[in-house]
């Protein structure tokens, strides 16, 4: 362990003053810009830049050939992208005598790939008016192999525009289809690898899981409405029952400059109760989600800084809340957290802090506080290439003998400490 962590750090002492290079994969192949363009800080979070690329349904050309007719006008080449996570991850957590090294966390576990995505997207149709534009992520390490999908349809009324989303995800969460804050309302766009320690929606698991919808939006430069209905599976993928969308997703944000700031502030709901596996049984969709973005300056350092809390409510009846199974009290979190540009462009450090509950069961008398301090690190070698870095030390009566999370401090439990390294590479 001493070992790796000393070769990441000669990688980053060799390379401080790496000079910023370009990339383009995906998008930016369709664009002519570089991947900095779209996105600010570090890849994944969004600019301005990449939410108004979002509203205009991926459809931006730039210098890029395209064929051009009556009604048709798509780019010249399909655009395509490769990403690689590959990480090695550490908890502090104790293997029983004999257990095999990286079988667990705990004794240090290589996870190479632990994602390995293909993606297509872009343009389809631009007419001025009407625009049409999908983006498809293929996984290439598992099946099924098509892990989202959406397909935006956007008609420009201006001052405002009118989205229609049909969307599918295999784990990005009901938001996937029109999200554009980085706070983790998304499993896939979050300021740091930690997620449910830096981000309430992922925590509670409102901003993660299976997803199939149509989102209904409406936008303009000071904000959007989102109304989904949606179904906690995905895609229909020729099963006999198709998806039955029953679940609602209401989301309501404001992206107002404040100070040369650019803000989002938010607040998300969803209700409803679907049948799932088939129509094989039935789930409640139950939880809230407020959050806050800021993006901009302190002297010469870009700054971020995030806050968000979420709620689940405790299941009652036969039929369990997806986002809470405990019976007795809500599954909630409150997260904050601020990300630092210390060298522009290629080093970003931050911190978070989540404070906690699980819930428990009712008439139970065990202890749920789960609260975590995370550190975080993003060295960015090339705009598509880069080094993170995450430590969370998590703690609380959750964590007691007779606590929620007691096994985590058990024989092969996860532990209380978790470390994170990882490569992440787009081409």
């Not at 004999?98 to 705990?106: I, K, P």
């Not at 009290?329 to 904050?336: D, F, L, M, N, S």
């Not at 870095?389 to 439990?413: K, L, P, Q």
Request: proline content about 3%.
């Amino acid at each position: 362990m001493k070992k790796i962590v000393l070769s990441l750090a000669g990688v980053l002492a060799a390379t401080a003053f790496a000079p910023e290079a370009s990339a383009i994969p995906a998008f930016a192949r369709q664009t002519g810009l570089a991947c900095s363009s779209c996105h600010y800080q570090h890849f994944p979070v969004l600019s301005t830049t990449g939410q108004e690329f979002k509203v205009g349904a991926y459809t931006q050309l730039s210098a890029k050939g395209k064929f051009k007719g009556e009604d048709l006008s798509i780019p010249d080449t399909l655009n395509a992208a490769i990403l690689l996570k590959a990480r090695y991850q550490k908890s502090g957590g104790t293997d029983t005598a004999g257990t095999v090294s990286g079988t667990t966390t705990n004794s240090g576990q290589w996870q190479i790939p632990d994602e390995l995505s293909l993606f297509f997207g872009g343009r389809i149709a631009d007419n001025g008016t009407i625009k049409i534009g999908f983006m498809n992520e293929n996984n290439m390490a598992a099946a099924p192999m098509v892990a989202g999908l959406k397909v935006p349809v956007v008609i420009a009324l201006d001052p405002v525009n009118v989205m229609v989303i049909p969307y599918g995800t295999d784990a990005l969460g009901v938001a996937y289809g029109f999200e554009q804050s980085s706070t983790g309302m998304t499993r896939g766009v979050r300021w740091a690898e930690h997620r449910s320690d830096i981000s309430a929606a992922q925590y509670t698991g409102i901003g993660s899981g299976l997803a199939s919808g149509i989102a209904y939006v409406v936008s303009n430069e000071m904000g959007y409405i989102n109304f989904s209905k949606w179904s906690p599976e995905f895609f229909y993928l020729g099963g006999s029952t198709g998806v039955q969308m029953s679940s609602t997703w209401v989301r309501l944000a404001a992206t107002p400059t404040i100070a040369d700031w650019a803000m989002h502030i938010g607040v998300g709901k969803v209700s409803g109760t679907s049948w799932v596996g088939g129509g094989a049984s039935q789930i409640k969709t139950e939880g809230t989600v407020v959050d806050f973005q800021g993006q901009g300056a302190l002297g010469e350092m870009e700054t971020s800084v995030y806050a968000q809390y979420a709620t689940a409510p405790a299941s009652t009846g036969a039929i369990a809340n997806q986002f809470n199974s405990k019976t007795g009290t809500a599954k909630k979190a409150i997260t904050v957290g601020a990300d630092f540009s210390v060298i522009p462009h290629t080093l970003h450090v931050g911190a978070a802090y989540r404070i906690a509950n699980t819930g428990v069961n009712a008439g139970s008398t065990a202890g749920d506080k789960d609260n975590s301090l995370t550190v975080t690190a993003v060295y960015d070698l090339f705009q598509n290439v880069a080094l993170h870095a995450n430590y969370s030390m998590r703690s609380g009566s959750s964590y007691d003998t007779t606590g929620t999370n007691a096994a985590a401090t058990a024989v092969n439990g996860n532990g209380k400490t978790l470390l994170t390294m990882m490569l992440e590479a787009a081409w």
